[in-house]
């Protein structure tokens, strides 16, 4: 079993919807949570870190389920400009463990 | 730009040959990652430097790769003996040790690697 996964998709989905991701994780010693997003042929740049009150940034919400070991992220009225990779992170003390990613393409 | 620089960017070689990348992190970060990225995979962690020693390798990091951070700045990855198994995008990450909360690994644009 793999040490985080994601559903590879893609998700494709017309612009103003709701698309939501899940990544399940299996240490449950891991400390850290974060979404990264990764256009085609750049590097991962931070989108949100993820607390286990849940949080949310303009559009985009993401929530921790410890007991579970899952982390979602939650796009509302997407855009065109959302459609790249999400990378799901699991972090212990320093080190960051990657989903494969989830592919979003939004279509006009 | 006063973010994780990678150098080069591209580079293309026959098998065999010797390859060394840098990686300039942000300045006062003193930890710093190498991660390696194949199509359709998020980054697998290679090695991690805490100023200028290296606290971990990762067991994909075989006998011909090494990595130094002798000052505790700029990195270099090496690659000895290029296979084509070694076509890849190697991303180089920085951060600062947090104190207390999370630590955010900030990732340069990559160095992309072609073994021909």
């Known amino acids: 079993r793999k040490e985080v996964e994601q559903d590879p998709g893609p998700f494709n989905v017309p612009e103003g919807a709701t698309v939501a991701f899940n990544c399940t994780y299996s240490?449950?010693?891991?400390?850290?949570f974060f979404w990264y997003r990764q256009d085609c042929r750049k590097e991962p740049k931070l989108l949100m870190s993820v607390y286990s009150s849940g949080n949310e940034d303009g559009r985009f919400t993401a929530q921790l389920n410890r007991a579970s070991q899952y982390i979602s992220l939650l796009i509302r009225d997407s855009k065109l400009s959302d459609s790249a990779t999400y990378l799901c992170v699991v972090a212990g003390t320093y080190k960051y463990i990657f989903g494969t990613g989830t592919r979003l393409k939004v279509l006009a | 730009d006063t973010g994780v620089s990678q150098n080069p960017r591209h580079k293309i070689t026959k098998r065999g040959q010797n390859v060394t990348f840098r990686c300039d992190p942000i300045?006062?970060?003193?930890?710093l990652y190498w991660y390696r990225q194949t199509l359709g995979q998020g980054p697998e962690f290679l090695t991690y430097?805490?100023?200028?020693?290296?606290?971990?390798k990762s067991r994909l990091l075989s006998d011909r790769f090494s990595a130094e951070r002798p000052k505790g700045s700029f990195s270099t990855l090496e690659i000895q003996r290029t296979e084509q198994g070694d076509s890849a995008m190697y991303l180089c990450?920085?951060?600062?040790?947090?104190?207390?909360?999370?630590?955010?690994?900030?990732f340069g644009p990559g160095t992309r690697l072609l073994v021909l």
């Open positions: 430097f805490q100023n200028e020693a290296q606290l971990e």
């Open positions: 990450a920085s951060s600062l040790s947090p104190i207390g909360g999370q630590e955010t690994q900030y």
């Open positions: 300045s006062e970060h003193n930890r």
């Open positions: 240490n449950s010693a891991s400390q850290s």
